[in-house]
């Protein structure tokens, strides 16, 4: 039969469902008889319950299900009929003016926008590269070096300098009253690694241990302890115990210690040159398919449904809660999350899987097997046993779907920066690792 659909706004349909009441009833008591079977109630057998005790203690549950049931079955069939691509879930309002012997809805819903995506040869994107560097390589050696540290109590004489953990008991008073969080017995830190405030740090250093001082010390405007920003604070600290720290020598002890087979100093510097490349290259990529992104939905015209938009930041709360369970937040789950405080990132998701969407099923670029199998063979090369990683991906379905997506959108990538002006940017090594 032909279905009638109302436009109401932009993407939001509407169109009117009937359901013969005959029909309805037949299948409630069907449901009915069916459920006597295995109903129990005091006094009666099991499968001997008469059936106007079950039809008073289950019959509306039972008629609401068959309801929602014959309107999901209707709906369905008219929104094929009408060849629409349902976005959401549809709003089912009951009718008043119902034809005798019917029940008449009104499916309020909205469909798949359609996605209009302009010639990307004028759109402009910022490829960057970056390369690692013998500077790059020395940093990760000194990082390793500090990871394997060690530390010998100083003579009573020696002062705290840079590089010195000092053990010290502190107290601060804000116009003579203590504060939260201002007070510390035996506090450890690195002098000169910046994990004090500067101020605090240039008061210790030339302290000797057992010496006392009292220093004032101005919190920033933007200081984390909101509470104290901005404020001046008095300090009264005790060097209780200063001790020297130790790195290791680079040599083959230290190469054989990281697990370098060849115990070279020359083959640990190779294996770690190999691994920032590849995580320069991971990240190189992240931003130029981010850039990528950026130029594509800047070139496409299109309205995001509402309800598409409402999904992704109900994901994004449970998401929020489920990273807070994960820290060991009590009542995570119960947690009074917003979702309107997603809603503009939500958009932009929704927005832009919409936008690639449309450029993958028109430009032909889903994910080839040997794409596939190439991407995780490159992911199973950072870890012991690559042949292992790449059987665990293998035998996962979920796993395997996230593969796909990252190689759509690799494949998405290409194309863009295939079609668009790209202006090629050099970044420094560490610029491109202080990036998220």
Known sequence: MAVTVETLEKLER????TLAATDINSEVQSRLKKLARTVKADGFRPGKVPMSFVEQRYGAQVQYEVVNDKLGEAFSVAANEAKLRVAGMPSIAQKDDAAEGQLAFDATFEVYPEVKIADLAEAEVERVAAEVTEEAIDKTVEILRKQRRSFAQRGAADVAADGDRVSIDFEGKIDGEPFAGGKADGFQFLLGEGQMLEAFEKAVRGMKAGESKTFPLAFPADYHGKDVAGKE?????????????????????????????EGTVEALRADIKKNLEREVKFRVLAKNKGAAMDALVGKAELDVPK????????RMVANAREDLKKRGIKDADKAPIPAELFNDQAEKRVRLGLVVAELVRSQ??????????????????SYEKPAEVVRWYLSDRERMAEVEAVVIE???????????KISDKQLPFDELMATA
């Open 307 to 314: 309800s598409l938009i409402a999904g992704e930041a109900e």
């Open 410 to 420: 690799n494949n998405v990538t290409d194309f863009i920066l295939g079609k668009a």
């Open 233 to 261: 604070a008095d300090f009264l600290v005790t060097v209780k115990k200063i001790e020297a720290q130790h790195l290791p020598d680079v040599n083959e002890s230290f190469a054989k210690a990281l697990g370098i087979k």
């Open 364 to 381: 032909n670029l889903q994910a080839k097997p040997e794409q596939l199998q190439a991407h995780i063979e490159e992911i199973s090369q």
């Open 14 to 17: 509407r169109i009117t469902l």
